[in-house]
Structures are given as structure tokens and as C-alpha cells.
């Protein structure tokens, strides 16, 4: 398995992915992911930014998507009932998601690995990412991978999310 830069050949698997995961959350009880979004053309603006990165298998198909996103997060310049663990320059991770055909097999860990690699090469000294408060199997794995959780976020919309970081 190899991490790489997500491309446009990629969007029809990646969309595949991404409604696998949506069922996935909505069968947990998650409403996360459940009112359209990521679409088809939120995944491209990922990738035609160069933002998107993928985990490909042994013929180069993508089981695992992510963003990495170097501006500062808007939505992470309140937390609320906590802080972050640094106010130095970090890179946020959005939208971890693993093809139902893996999930389970490491393949996010391989990806958030790598992740941290490339925003530390890029200068930051931390990344941050947010999940559901409902989301457990993704909080798990934010905290068996060193994130601390540190407080709620809203995002745009009015969701409340829990910030992860993790200093690099």
C-alpha cells in the first residue's frame, strides 16, 4: 500500500467510499456525513487544490481518503470547554475515511502517519482534526493514535464537533 496525492481518476471509487461510510455512520445512530455532504463536488475541489490523499492498494485503487488542509481552520478559533494544546502554525486534517472493505485493517493509521510526515515537512508543529461527539470508533482511533481531545467546536453550520490535536 502506498499514500499519494488523490487524482480525478480516483473520484468515482472515492465517491463509493464516501456512501459506504455515510450507510456506515447512519447504521451506528451517527448523523454525520447525512445531509449530502461530501458530494462528488467537494472531493474534487479536494483534489484539484491538491489537498486529497489516498492510501491505494497493490493495482492502485484507493481504500482510504483524506484532506490536508493548510490554511487555518475558521471553525478552530473558538474551542469551548478546553483548549488547544498549541497556538503555533498547525495543518488540519478533514474528512478520514477508510473503504468498508478494510475499515478495521489500519489503514487510517497508515494514512494519519503520513499525514503528520507531510505537515511536519510543511512546517507545522501540530495537526488538528474534529469528529461527531457521537463518533466513538473515530474518537478511538484519534486517541490510540496520540490526539488529544480538547474541547467542542462548532462548525459552520451550527454542528458541534470534539478538536483533536497532536503536537509533531
Known amino acids: 500500500m502506498i499514500v ?9 471509487v ?15 445512530g451517527i448523523d454525520q456525513w447525512q445531509k449530502g455532504y461530501p458530494n462528488p463536488e467537494v472531493l474534487l475541489a479536494d483534489i484539484e487544490k491538491g489537498a486529497a490523499y489516498v492510501v491505494a492498494d ?18 478552530y478559533q473558538k474551542i469551548y470547554d478546553g483548549n488547544w494544546l498549541n497556538e503555533s502554525r498547525y495543518i488540519t486534517i478533514h474528512r478520514v475515511v477508510v473503504s468498508g472493505a478494510v475499515r478495521g485493517k489500519g489503514y487510517a493509521g497508515v494514512l494519519l502517519r503520513e499525514l503528520e510526515k507531510i505537515a511536519k515537512e510543511k512546517g507545522a508543529e501540530s495537526v488538528r482534526i474534529d469528529t461527531h461527539k457521537n463518533n466513538l470508533p473515530m474518537q478511538r482511533h484519534l486517541q490510540k493514535n496520540g490526539f488529544t481531545p480538547c474541547g467542542r467546536i462548532y462548525l459552520a453550520d451550527g454542528s458541534e464537533r470534539i478538536g483533536f490535536e497532536k503536537i509533531l
Do not use: M, W
Open 14 to 28: 472515492l465517491c463509493g467510499i464516501i456512501e459506504n461510510a455515510k450507510a456506515f455512520l447512519k447504521e451506528k
Open 4 to 12: 499519494r496525492k488523490a487524482l480525478p481518476k480516483d473520484l468515482d
Open 58 to 75: 497493490e493495482n492502485d485503487l484507493p481504500v482510504a481518503y483524506t484532506v490536508l488542509q493548510e490554511e487555518s481552520e475558521p471553525t
